[in-house]
């Protein structure tokens, strides 16, 4: 009954929200970005393959940069709260909401892999705002052998992101760009390569919906790694939607990604069927409903007043490709929570991959605005040790 009755408000208010709101969005988007995203489908026709993972160079720009967005299923391009690390999927989320928040990240792949991250975000007089951001992913050290075995000592492999990112919010709608230098070694081989991405996001605080659109690293390698031939970057063109509910405390968000294709499927010979009674030897399903849903990652944040969150998200893609036989298990779920100390946050998300193990992702955010540092030099001198001592004389006497 509890589940009806969520399903029912989540699925009324975005119907009667959607159809009002995502003309008012097209609309804004429209009249503010006419000129520039002529510019960006022009910049970005080159880049119009649709691959998927493992085609591209820097994939590690896809991974999730907080606990947080880990919780949620890998996307968060809606929600222009504090939290400093939206802006790394969205540049349009630096607002001064998260003026003066300093993030620090740490995250937990297989094989001793190790992703980090620290961002910062200030507003300069509510004219524009900056965000800042590094990324440190760590493969770990491996074994070198030449092609008969050999031992040839060890190496290592390590990736690095820098980004600049600056936003500008105009009423219910806020834009921005964010500016990527790669910079990845792999044993003796190195690569450097420069990207962008280009964000809206439109924010009705009253319903309290969002609606976003990213264009997310339009690049190129500058360096290649055998001086030779220059690798793709994973562009991709992201759009979100997320609610809260009048008489929940519950947000909805659900985000589509690789929207350059449609069938991202694995194509498995495996899964045609053999009818030899029409004359075919094989037939493949439609698969409809799993083309659709492998778009779609869904995430939901639970509030319990302004100091604890709790979250959890869903990628069909995920579960669909690393999933057993036989069993799923908890392959494509995530969770997570959040818990605010006075100025502090700390955040942890969990994102399952498979039966072997998962992701384990910590956050620690804080508000660096108003804290009170230490002034050096405006402690009171200390009285000299011949000012006690007549102090004590005029006492006695």
């Known amino acids: 009954m509890c589940l009806s009755l969520l399903y029912y408000y989540i699925f009324f208010d975005f119907y009667m929200l959607i159809k009002i709101n995502i003309f008012n969005f097209v609309f804004l988007l429209m009249g503010n970005f ?17 691959q998927i993972g493992g085609d591209n160079v820097y994939e590690f720009m896809n991974l999730s940069p907080s606990a947080r967005i880990t919780a949620l299923g890998g996307y968060n391009q809606t929600v222009p709260d504090e939290d400093p690390n939206n802006g790394i999927q969205n540049p349009a989320l630096y607002t001064p909401l998260s003026h003066g928040n300093l993030s620090i990240s740490t995250a937990w792949y297989f094989g001793g892999s190790n992703l ?15 965000g800042v951001d590094l990324h440190y992913m760590d493969y770990g050290r491996f074994a070198g052998t030449n092609d008969v075995g050999q031992d040839q000592g060890s190496f290592l492999a390590r990736e690095y992101l820098f980004n600049v990112g600056i936003s500008r919010q105009q009423n219910l709608l806020s834009y921005g760009i ?18 962008a991405d280009v964000g809206a996001n439109y924010y009705n605080p009253e319903s309290q919906l969002g609606l976003s659109l990213v264009f997310e690293n339009i690049g190129t390698q500058l360096s290649t790694y055998n001086s030779e031939e220059n690798l793709i970057l994973p562009f991709d063109i992201q759009v979100g939607i997320s609610k809260r509910l009048k008489y929940v405390p519950f947000r909805l968000s659900i985000h589509a990604h690789d929207l350059l294709k449609w069938d991202i499927r694995y194509d498995d010979p495996a899964q045609a069927e053999n009818n030899s009674f029409i004359g075919q030897d094989t037939i493949e399903k439609n698969y409809f409903a799993d083309k659709l849903f492998r778009h779609l990652v869904f995430g939901g944040e639970f509030y319990f007043g302004e100091n604890v969150r709790v979250r959890f998200g869903y990628d069909h893609q995920r579960r669909q490709e690393l999933k057993l036989q036989d069993a799923a298990g908890m392959a494509g779920i995530s969770f997570g929570a959040g818990i605010r100390i006075k100025r502090f946050v700390i955040d942890y998300g969990r994102g399952n991959y498979h039966f072997a193990s998962g992701t384990n992702h910590f956050t620690v955010s804080m508000n660096l605005d108003g804290m009170k540092l230490p002034k050096f030099g405006s402690k009171k001198e200390k009285p000299k040790k011949k000012e006690k001592k007549e102090k004590k004389k005029d006492k006695t006497g």
């Open 34 to 50: 006419h000129k520039a995203f002529i510019f960006i489908i022009l910049l970005i026709s080159s880049c119009l393959n649709g």
């Open 116 to 130: 980090s991250n620290i961002a910062y975000v200030h507003n300069f007089d509510s004219l524009f705002t900056i």
């Open 178 to 195: 964010n500016l990527k230098a790669i910079q990845s070694s792999l044993e003796s081989y190195s690569s450097f390569g420069l990207a």
